[in-house]
């Protein structure tokens, strides 16, 4: 196989990837756009440190405080699809059950001179 049609071969193999990742990532600004708007503030995302999605079902996790009960918090799991693709039942049921799986613990920080302390407060 000559040189120019290999290059093409591989391009062609190349470029379905790369476009489903760049939709990955247009699609998770635009949730966030959107949560911005709805009043929601992301607070992490969960990829990996090369920006591309990991296998769990929760791609970003955004919070909303309550005004009126600054104590009171919201806590939004998203799965986030782009391009072509829907949300199933299946990956709804995978939210609901990490949901149920979702463990809060509690942590605290002083910084009596110039040093943070962090630490864990027990259930």
Do not use: C
């Amino acid at each position: 196989m000559e040189a120019a049609r290999k290059a093409w071969h591989t391009r062609k193999k190349r470029e379905p990837p790369r476009i489903a990742h760049e939709h990955s990532r247009k699609a998770l600004t635009f949730t966030r756009v959107l949560l911005d708007k709805k009043g929601y503030k992301w607070k992490t995302d969960l990829l990996s440190p090369k920006g591309y999605e990991y296998k769990g079902i929760v791609d970003l996790v955004a919070v909303k405080r309550n005004n009126r009960k600054p104590d009171q918090l919201e806590i939004m799991l998203v799965q986030v699809k782009g391009g072509k693709g829907r949300i199933t039942s299946d990956e709804i049921k995978r939210l609901r059950n990490a949901r149920r799986k979702l463990k809060v613990t509690l942590g605290g920080a002083e910084m009596p001179k110039t040093k943070v302390r962090f630490f864990k407060i027990p259930p």
